[in-house]
């Protein structure tokens, strides 16, 4: 079978050698010939020395989920090289450092060995230590090139491209690269049956993170107060943001800035300044990880109880506790979901690619507004962490920021007493102040404690009631407001349906392919929003069975579905991953198959 | 039930400069016991800001959870109020001060707040050089959930039921000054003639303003073998000096040899007579050191303790534009269509 355009490429390498940029430069080349290609980290919690991988999976058909299975593998790490060997695919390569002679525990015999000498190259070549490590990284991407057929001008003007304003750095890379093809031109027959060939199936798509994506969402969304505490996945979302804050938001006269941010001294603190920059009219986000949510806990039920805007983004990770910080997982759902004690209830918003990224960070801001309470982005370390192939971003220059219900100096003047907690529109939102607009109308005090409609304290049990239905009522509108489920059919085709959201998408659209292959029909729905509205419920209701795929061990999601919408449990079937890796096809396929067996 | 004031206001009522009567700075009735200290120290603040000519719409005042926290309800009525969560408060000051830097921000905490519970944000506050107010109403204990000691209760300080507190007291303002707050004064809620002119002072300084007020506790705290009852404090009180504020262009009158004029950053002044031995309080080390030995003789050391009158608060520090980041629209935030395909186009 040809493996044209259809194949994974694992690098192993030591943290903090240099190797990510190498190996972005081989994902881009590829990206940049047209082909869809999927990279992804695979990276511990350290700074130097352990293990790394990068996973590059190409595929012509354009999926974009992660596939088992390696068909080369680029060994550059003696610490992980066994385990490297082991999870080659038969009939697959494994390239390696052959500068000294491979141990035979090493040897297989039904995998092909590329042995290049490359610090051998490096150490004929070089003489500084840190080129040695450098330019090793470009040797083996150079090697790559000729053995996969990758297009070297593409690699040059990628050099070209990362050392803009350093040229003089240009020429060594590129005698880098030569020296790995000049190798392999000498030594193998090249190129190998897994091969590159240029295509036009890319189009304008860009390749862009998740995290950069909400960054740059919450800048175009005039977020201007930002406060967060560093923790991975999720601190690439503020540093972006400042990035662009600072590119697009600074006053190139005076210097100053039209926005704030402050790395708060823990998360407690940063969803507290949210929320006060927020009661006083700014727009203002925070990002962080579970164990950031845990701690968030009691000022999300303040916003929601006391109906104060803001935005939090959770780069999902591995949990419960610290799990494993630098592995993916889907399992905030339920915390995000009813975070905080007491009735509480919150938006989330579930994007599943680097555009949805950016629109659902932006809606987010629009949401907390109009509804007046938190609104969770729930992204993953697989999406925030990693580049994805993405449709470009998208903005209307006539889009306004949805400020919500706010009274102005004027509209106090014209009314009578003002209500912070009225309902005068009958859809349970209620209208608000910002401090400072009004000298003798339109102060009120903002509290965790019951009140009542006027935001005067009160133990009433009627008013507790009549306010706690209020905000039901609100959840009631929400459901209007948050971003549609997508649908994969016009019409439904069959009593099987799916479920998923976020990164899960992609495999899961690979997965419903592969059955579709196997006469297995499944009509799709793509969650981007909780509350779930009437779509998702008759979605549901119109199916015999419905597959819930996600990436936890307790089935979060179909909790939550089942809990919200009060589904027949034994309707949703679960289908998990929760080893800390992106869900793959196979697996779905798999768990699928083995319950349509057994029904 | 509701506790509101009657509307009805004396037509000879005097008024401030801006043409307000003090009635409108005033807020709900109390629902604190009588005689609380919180009380005095809420018809301070509202006595300063009538007194400053400061609008009361122009006032955010934020607090935690506790008998101080419930006590924004009772002053500045025409302000907007945050009673948040317990010892949160800095945090969402500080959101709220980076969300517009043109208000003025009450801080009002208890002991249970800011030396317990809330320390860690209460030292980031200072650290971070909020413009803002802080007043902690201190009275050694937990008045809300009946009289347990609280981190500012002095060893050896007994309460009502008789035992005895056997752990070291947090000294808010021997923090404060190391901490590096620009403005640290301690006083007495009994001691309205010492406490409004620093008020005044915290209100026109233009960084962080910690003011640590004793404030007994009737109900709990008040008893023999307390530090801080209402008899052992003024038994024991010094002042670093006696505190005039003379607001901006007002010229002043009365000269000590041992009198010392702080001019503040927005030209008001403070005028201090009678001065601590060896106290300056734009000198850092000599107000360690008069704390210290206040504290070594059992003194309660009151009055301005330090104050760095030019300070650069956060917004300073970030070089945020002048405007309120709040009011700022679409034109001056949304960077575009273009400059968003310009990006598209780098990243292909």
């Known amino acids: ?599 | 039930m509701t506790y509101v004031r009657p509307t009805f206001r004396h037509p000879d009522l005097p008024k401030n400069k801006i043409n307000f009567t003090k009635k409108d700075y005033e807020g709900a009735l109390s629902t604190l016991c009588a005689g609380c200290g919180h009380d005095s120290i809420s018809g301070a603040i509202a006595q300063a800001c009538f007194e400053l000519s400061v609008e009361p719409h122009r006032i955010a005042k934020l607090s935690g959870i506790g008998c101080s926290s419930k006590t924004p309800a009772y002053f500045l009525g025409n302000s907007h109020g945050f009673n948040s969560v317990h010892g949160r408060m800095p945090s969402v000051a500080t959101g709220a001060y980076l969300a517009n830097r043109d208000l003025v921000y009450f801080g009002v905490s208890g002991d249970g707040d800011s030396a317990s519970i809330g320390m860690g944000q209460f030292v980031h506050a200072i650290r971070r050089n909020l413009n803002m107010v802080y007043v902690v109403m201190n009275n050694g204990c937990y008045g809300l959930t009946k009289g347990q000691d609280s981190a500012t209760a002095d060893n050896g300080s007994k309460s009502k039921a008789g035992s005895t507190n056997l752990f070291n007291a947090i000294d808010l303002v021997g923090l404060g000054l190391e901490l590096g707050a620009t403005f640290v004064a301690r006083s007495f809620s009994g001691d309205k003639t010492q406490l409004i002119p620093l008020i005044k002072a915290a209100i026109s300084h233009p960084g962080f303003a910690l003011i640590d007020v004793i404030s007994p506790c009737v109900t709990f705290n008040n008893n023999v073998g307390s530090t801080k009852s209402y008899d052992y404090v003024r038994e024991h009180i010094e002042a670093t000096s006696t505190v005039d504020f003379v607001p901006v262009m007002e010229e002043i009158t009365a000269s000590y040899d041992d009198a010392k004029e702080v001019t503040l950053h927005d030209g008001s002044a403070l005028h201090l007579q009678k001065l601590h031995q060896g106290w300056n309080p734009e000198d850092k080390l000599s107000a360690m050191n008069a704390i210290q030995t206040s504290k070594e003789k059992g003194e309660i050391l009151t009055g301005l303790i330090y104050i760095e009158p030019n300070t650069n608060a956060l917004h300073d520090v970030l070089q945020t534009t002048k405007t309120p980041l709040n009011t700022l629209k679409e034109d001056l935030l949304c960077p575009g269509i273009d400059a968003l395909e310009a990006l598209n186009q780098s990243l292909r």
């Open chain 1, 1 to 599: 079978m040809s493996k044209v355009n259809d194949f994974v490429v694992r690098f192993a390498n030591v943290n903090g050698t240099g190797s990510a940029s190498a190996n972005g430069m081989f994902a881009k080349a590829i990206f940049r010939m047209g082909i869809p290609v999927t990279p992804k980290n695979i990276f511990p919690s350290n700074i130097q020395g352990l293990p790394t991988w990068y996973e590059v999976r190409i595929s012509e058909k354009g999926y974009l989920g992660r596939r088992e299975g390696i068909d080369l593998m680029v060994s550059v790490n003696p610490q992980s090289m066994l385990k490297d060997v082991q999870s080659v695919s038969s009939g697959g390569y494994f390239m390696y450092d052959s500068t000294k002679p491979l141990h035979k525990e090493y040897i297989r015999e039904d995998i092909t060995y590329l042995g290049i000498p490359l610090m051998g190259i490096c150490m004929e070549q070089y003489t500084d230590p840190r080129q040695r490590q450098l330019f090793k990284n470009i040797i083996y991407v150079g090697a790559l090139s000729a053995l996969l057929d990758i297009e070297f001008g593409v690699l040059e003007q990628l050099l070209a491209e990362q050392f803009k304003g350093k040229e003089k750095l240009i020429p060594a890379n590129v005698q880098a690269l030569q020296l790995g093809v000049k190798y392999v031109q000498e030594n193998f027959s090249y190129p190998l049956d897994i091969r590159v060939e240029r295509r036009d199936l890319v189009g304008n798509r860009i390749m862009f993170d998740g995290n950069g994506a909400c960054g740059l969402g919450a800048v175009y969304a005039g977020a201007t107060v930002a406060a967060w505490y560093p923790i991975t996945p999720s601190t690439s979302v503020v540093e972006k943001f400042e990035k662009y804050a600072k590119k697009f938001r600074t006053d190139k006269e005076t210097g100053e800035k039209n926005y704030a941010i402050v790395q708060a001294e823990d998360e407690l603190a940063a969803i507290g300044m949210v929320i006060g920059a927020n009661w006083n009219g700014a727009r203002s986000f925070t990002a962080t990880s579970g164990p950031g949510v845990s701690l968030m806990n009691e000022f999300l039920g303040l916003g929601y109880f006391a109906e104060i805007p803001a935005v939090l983004i959770d780069v999902q990770r591995t949990g419960p506790s610290t799990g494993m910080p630098t592995r993916t997982q889907q399992s905030d759902i339920t915390i995000s979901a009813y975070a905080s004690h007491g009735d509480t209830k919150h938006v989330l918003l579930f994007p599943s690619n680097p555009k949805d990224c950016f629109e659902l960070t932006t809606d987010a801001f629009d949401l907390a507004e109009r509804l007046q309470t938190p609104i969770i982005v729930l992204t993953d370390l697989d999406l925030g962490m990693n580049d994805h192939m993405s449709e470009p971003f998208e903005w209307n220059p006539d889009r306004k920021y949805d400020r919500g219900k706010v009274y102005t100096a004027e509209d106090l003047e014209n009314m009578g007493r003002f209500g912070r907690y009225l309902d005068s529109d009958g859809d349970g939102i209620p209208y608000r102040t910002y401090p400072g607009t009004h000298p003798t109308k339109g102060s009120y005090f903002t509290r965790g404690t019951s009140r009542d409609e006027y935001a005067v304290y009160t133990e009433d049990s009627a008013v507790y009631v009549r306010n706690m239905q209020r905000l039901e009522k609100k959840w009631e509108t929400a459901k209007d407001l948050v971003p549609k489920p997508h649908f994969y059919q016009e019409k439904n085709m069959s009593p099987l349906g799916v479920i998923f959201f976020g990164t899960s998408t992609y495999s899961s659209e690979e997965a419903i392919d592969l059955l579709r292959e196997q006469d297995v029909v499944l009509d799709a729905m793509q969650l981007k929003a909780f509350p779930f509205n009437k779509d998702v419920e008759q979605f549901i209701e119109d199916h015999e069975v419905v597959f819930v795929i996600e990436q936890n061990r307790d089935a979060q999601m179909r909790s939550l579905l089942i809990n919200e919408l009060e589904i027949n449990p034994k309707k949703l079937i679960r289908v998990l991953n929760y080893d800390g890796m992106p869900i793959t096809a196979d697996k779905i396929v798999k768990e699928i198959s083995k319950s349509l067996a057994v029904a």
